[in-house]
């Protein structure tokens, strides 16, 4: 069975950086084949940033370019999220997600291509 488990989530100043970590098990393709996500209560799931076509691309919201990368080691099965530059409104609960399965011809971040989810981890940024 898959399992992923999100970690480095917190409290932090605008401003601030956090690192979050996604440790993978049981999944039977790349960490190239996973992304983020976030939620605030009452709206919707949205991707945050994510590999696209089994890792030969990127994927980032408008919001999140130039403040996050996302990166990843296949060897250790941990995806990573590096934020700086956080503002409030990146306040969330940010999910690790792997696809159900993984192609050269992913070219979006479609929550329903995500077939894995882990309990998500709370960011709070304070201003």
């Known amino acids: 069975q898959v399992q992923l488990v999100e970690s480095g989530g917190g409290s932090v100043q605008a401003g601030g950086s956090l690192r979050l970590s996604c440790a993978a098990s049981?999944?039977?393709?790349?960490?190239?084949?996973m992304g983020w996500f976030r939620q605030v209560p009452g709206q919707e799931r949205e991707a945050v940033a994510g590999?696209?076509?089994?890792?030969?691309?990127?994927y980032y919201a408008d919001s999140a370019k130039g403040r996050f990368t996302i990166s990843q080691d296949n060897a250790k099965k941990v995806l990573y999220l590096q934020m700086i530059s956080l503002k409030s409104e990146d306040s969330a609960t940010y999910y690790c997600a792997a696809r159900r399965t993984c192609s050269i011809f992913e070219r979006q971040m479609d929550r329903d291509d995500f077939g894995y989810w882990g309990q998500g981890t709370q960011v709070i940024v304070s201003s």
């Open positions: 590999f696209l076509g089994g890792g030969v691309t990127t």
């Open positions: 049981g999944y039977t393709y790349s960490t190239a084949c």
